[in-house]
Protein backbone atom coordinates (compact mmCIF):
# COMPACT_ATOMS: atom_id res chain seq x y z
CA UNK A 1 0.00 0.00 0.00
CA UNK A 2 1.43 3.42 -0.77
CA UNK A 3 1.48 5.82 2.01
CA UNK A 4 2.81 9.34 1.56
CA UNK A 5 3.74 11.01 5.20
CA UNK A 6 4.22 14.83 5.39
CA UNK A 7 6.31 15.87 8.72
CA UNK A 8 7.91 19.93 9.04
CA UNK A 9 5.36 22.18 9.06
CA UNK A 10 4.97 24.79 11.60
CA UNK A 11 4.41 28.67 12.81
CA UNK A 12 6.55 31.13 12.02
CA UNK A 13 6.87 34.57 11.72
CA UNK A 14 7.15 36.27 8.47
CA UNK A 15 10.13 36.36 6.46
CA UNK A 16 11.03 33.01 8.59
CA UNK A 17 11.67 29.37 6.83
CA UNK A 18 10.87 26.17 7.24
CA UNK A 19 11.32 22.46 5.46
CA UNK A 20 8.91 20.25 5.13
CA UNK A 21 9.63 16.52 4.15
CA UNK A 22 7.11 13.81 2.36
CA UNK A 23 8.16 10.30 3.03
CA UNK A 24 6.74 7.77 0.50
CA UNK A 25 6.45 3.91 1.17
CA UNK A 26 7.33 1.61 -1.98
CA UNK A 27 10.27 1.16 -4.27
CA UNK A 28 9.08 3.36 -7.07
CA UNK A 29 9.96 6.88 -5.27
CA UNK A 30 13.10 7.32 -7.89
CA UNK A 31 10.55 7.21 -11.28
CA UNK A 32 7.99 9.38 -9.68
CA UNK A 33 6.81 13.15 -10.41
CA UNK A 34 6.26 14.19 -7.16
CA UNK A 35 4.14 17.43 -6.29
CA UNK A 36 3.56 19.61 -3.59
CA UNK A 37 0.16 21.79 -3.21
CA UNK A 38 -1.52 23.64 -0.44
CA UNK A 39 -4.78 24.46 0.65
CA UNK A 40 -5.70 27.49 2.53
CA UNK A 41 -8.75 27.90 4.64
CA UNK A 42 -11.83 28.53 2.24
CA UNK A 43 -9.70 27.80 -0.85
CA UNK A 44 -9.03 25.07 -3.71
CA UNK A 45 -6.07 23.28 -3.30
CA UNK A 46 -3.80 25.18 -5.05
CA UNK A 47 -0.31 23.55 -6.86
CA UNK A 48 2.93 24.54 -5.38
CA UNK A 49 5.67 22.99 -7.12
CA UNK A 50 7.36 19.28 -8.38
CA UNK A 51 10.30 18.05 -9.22
CA UNK A 52 10.83 15.36 -11.88
CA UNK A 53 12.65 11.94 -11.43
CA UNK A 54 15.34 14.10 -13.00
CA UNK A 55 15.24 16.93 -10.70
CA UNK A 56 13.77 19.21 -12.95
CA UNK A 57 11.57 21.27 -11.40
CA UNK A 58 8.77 23.95 -11.71
CA UNK A 59 6.98 26.41 -9.54
CA UNK A 60 4.19 28.17 -9.04
CA UNK A 61 4.37 31.85 -9.82
CA UNK A 62 3.81 32.93 -6.23
CA UNK A 63 6.66 31.00 -4.80
CA UNK A 64 9.61 31.01 -7.42
CA UNK A 65 12.68 32.58 -5.43
CA UNK A 66 11.33 31.54 -2.31
CA UNK A 67 10.02 28.18 -2.09
CA UNK A 68 12.84 24.84 -3.65
CA UNK A 69 12.09 21.22 -4.27
CA UNK A 70 14.57 18.43 -3.85
CA UNK A 71 14.56 14.86 -3.58
CA UNK A 72 16.48 12.16 -1.84
CA UNK A 73 16.08 9.04 -3.68
CA UNK A 74 18.00 6.92 -1.08
CA UNK A 75 15.60 7.81 1.26
CA UNK A 76 12.38 8.19 -0.51
CA UNK A 77 11.78 11.67 0.69
CA UNK A 78 10.93 14.80 -1.23
CA UNK A 79 11.47 18.09 0.67
CA UNK A 80 9.87 21.69 0.18
CA UNK A 81 12.58 24.23 1.45
CA UNK A 82 10.35 27.51 1.89
CA UNK A 83 12.13 30.54 2.86
CA UNK A 84 10.89 34.39 2.79
CA UNK A 85 7.51 32.82 3.97
CA UNK A 86 4.51 35.42 4.01
CA UNK A 87 0.95 35.30 5.66
CA UNK A 88 -0.30 34.20 2.27
CA UNK A 89 1.91 31.23 2.44
CA UNK A 90 -0.33 29.54 5.38
CA UNK A 91 -2.13 26.61 4.52
CA UNK A 92 -1.72 23.14 4.56
CA UNK A 93 0.75 21.66 2.32
CA UNK A 94 0.44 18.02 0.57
CA UNK A 95 2.61 16.32 -1.10
CA UNK A 96 0.94 13.82 -3.92
CA UNK A 97 2.03 11.80 -6.84
CA UNK A 98 -0.75 10.09 -9.06
CA UNK A 99 -3.79 9.74 -7.15
CA UNK A 100 -1.92 9.30 -3.75
CA UNK A 101 -1.85 12.56 -1.34
CA UNK A 102 -0.52 12.40 2.17
CA UNK A 103 -2.49 13.61 5.14
CA UNK A 104 -1.29 16.99 5.01
CA UNK A 105 0.82 19.47 7.58
CA UNK A 106 -0.06 22.65 8.78
CA UNK A 107 2.26 25.80 8.16
CA UNK A 108 1.16 28.92 9.53
CA UNK A 109 2.79 32.78 9.15
CA UNK A 110 2.39 34.83 11.45
CA UNK A 111 3.70 37.53 13.85
Known amino acids: QVQLVESGGGSVQPGGSLRLSCAVS????????MGWYRQARGMQREFVGS???????NYVDSVKGRFTISRDNAKNTVYLQMNSLKPEDTAVYFCNFDVYWGQGTQVTISS
Open 26 to 33: GSIFSILT
Open 51 to 57: ISPGGHT
